[in-house]
């Protein structure tokens, strides 16, 4: 190819025009669709950043550059022209294909007129971890097969390789590959998802992430907690969100018996009622609990909008409670113990320590002996012979 052929030319003019206004035209589209929140601008980038540059480079080398074809530059121009093309395609695909498995139309004020539930949908129900997984086995296989074509490679001895590899890999990265094992399963189940509420063990927060290995977790003290898959799918998982987001709560107080039961219902139900959080459906529940040594316990049953609400919700309750105490006058019991002394003991002590002085006047017990007098007084007084001996040796006698 000549200086001033019209390839060469067109090659220059493309290049010194066509590539940098490419350039600014995907910019300004990519800075759009973040703006919208639009997942096509991941795709662009890929455009801007690795075709576009690759594309241009294969044209200067080849048009410009006069190189060889067959040369190793061109080759691995070639191949990473490409296996960006085929990556560009794939993230283009997931997007047409997933992106509107959650979505649904809005009506021009902005409000929903046409949500459709994502769980219906056979896209929601495949899990991203798995479609990531599918992408880069794709991309791995269709990387082979461009390298077979480019470079002439035998796939049969690159197969051998990568068993070989993959068994290596495997060995050394047991525990690593475990838990994204267990993590398909357990998103192909889909116990959870982003935003439920879990107590996984003795941890309980909001789920923020699922990835390839882990799950994080956030805890109510704002702590981010990292589970691996490989140790969350060995766990009871109990989730707070599903299969309703509400979730039920429970309030024990305690009452005197001198308010009747049902005025006592009243007042719990209303202030339920009043206090912001507290939903009205399902209901609130209040009833009789059980009876306590100091008053009544009752139970009141509510639910709020989400796990997360449970701690500031059951604080304004319980305020509320107190104030309405005050106005129907309404008492919380104290613990009370009624003690009663019985003098009972005290007067058959009595009774017993006269008993001898008694006997001394009769001539009949003056011959007793005194063992029997004190087998005797024991077995009908029930007290102890060291008191016997100590009152029959100085009243009688």
């Not at 977790?217 to 987001?245: A, C, F």
Request: glycine share 6%; hydrophobic share 45%.
């Amino acid at each position: 190819m000549e200086f001033g052929s019209d390839t060469f030319t067109k090659s220059a003019l493309l290049l010194a025009i066509g590539f940098p206004v490419t350039e600014l035209l995907l910019s300004e589209a990519i800075q759009y669709l973040r703006q919208q929140g639009r997942p096509l601008s991941g795709t662009l980038q890929i455009l801007r950043n690795l075709l576009i540059p690759s594309l241009a480079s294969l044209i200067f080398l080849t048009y410009i550059g006069h190189l060889d074809p067959e040369s190793w530059v061109i080759r691995f121009n070639e191949t990473v022209l490409w296996i960006c093309t085929l990556v560009a395609a794939l993230s283009l695909f997931d997007i047409l294909l997933f992106f509107d498995s959650d979505v649904g139309r809005q009506s021009p004020v902005g409000t929903t007129v046409d949500q459709v539930d994502a769980s219906e949908r056979w896209q929601a129900r495949i899990p991203k971890l798995f479609r990531d997984l599918a992408r880069v086995v794709l991309i791995l296989v269709g990387a082979a097969i461009i390298l077979s074509a480019t470079w002439k490679i035998d796939l049969g001895g690159l197969v051998t390789a990568l068993g070989i590899g993959s068994v290596v890999i495997g060995l050394a990265l047991q525990d690593t590959l475990g838990s994204i094992a267990a993590g398909v399963t357990l998103l192909f189940e889909q116990p959870f998802k982003k935003g439920d509420w879990l107590r996984v063990g003795d941890l309980v927060g909001k789920v923020t992430d699922i990835n390839w290995r882990s799950v994080r977790i956030e805890t109510i003290d704002m702590v981010q907690i990292t589970i691996p898959h490989l140790i969350i799918g060995k766990q009871i998982i109990s989730n707070y969100s599903q299969p309703i987001r509400a979730h039920r709560e429970e309030v024990f107080l305690a009452y005197a018996y001198a308010h009747p039961p049902n005025l006592v219902k009243q007042v719990l139900r209303e202030t339920a009622l009043s206090t912001p959080g507290i939903l009205e459906q399902p209901g609130i529940k209040v009833g009789t609990y059980k009876y306590e040594d100091s008053g009544i316990s009752y139970r009141v049953t509510f639910f709020v909008d989400g796990y997360q609400d449970r701690p500031a919700v059951r604080d304004e309750f319980q305020t509320r409670v107190w104030y309405a105490n005050q106005r129907y006058r309404l008492k919380i019991p104290y613990p009370v113990r009624e003690v009663y002394q019985v003098e009972a003991a005290s007067t058959d002590l009595a009774r017993v320590s006269n008993f001898p002085r008694t006997c001394s006047r009769c001539p009949y017990w003056r011959q007793l002996r005194w063992s029997r007098l004190g087998i005797w007084l024991r077995m009908r007084f029930s007290i102890r012979m060291p008191l016997v001996r100590r009152f029959t040796q100085r009243e009688i006698g």
